[in-house]
């Protein structure tokens, strides 16, 4: 079992910058895929960027558009979420998500942490 927590939530200005970082224990996270996923009031989850193991970056482009960058720290069983450029479409509450490479489905999920961007 992985247990993941987020944590560096919180409330920032337009054009702001935040980063998230999703902590592991229990298992390694060097031999997932972690994603930040996020969830805005009203609105179905999104995903937002993914890392494999090996180090391959995912983000589809459309929410990210070159603002977020993901990064993995295997010695501190991390993945970080630097968030730049914010602006108030960005408010959600953004969670991560791991599984292994081979799988399609995310099968541990932290609890969330709420990101606000104000105006």
């Known amino acids: 079992q992985v247990q993941l927590e987020e944590s560096g939530g919180g409330l920032v200005q337009t054009g702001g910058s935040l980063g998230l970082s999703c902590k592991a224990s229990g298992r390694t996270l060097a031999i997932y895929t972690v994603a930040w996923f996020r969830q805005a009031p009203g609105k179905e989850r999104e995903f937002v960027e993914s890392v494999t193991s090996s180090g391959t970056i995912i983000n589809y482009g459309g929410v990210v558009k070159g603002r977020f960058t993901i990064s993995r720290d295997n010695g501190k069983n991390t993945v970080s979420l630097q968030m730049n450029s914010l602006n108030p479409e960005d408010t959600a509450v953004y969670y991560c998500?791991?599984?292994?490479?081979?799988?399609?489905?995310?099968?541990?999920w932290g609890q969330g942490t709420q990101v606000t961007v104000s105006l």
């Open positions: 998500a791991a599984r292994l490479d081979n799988l399609k489905i995310y099968n541990y």
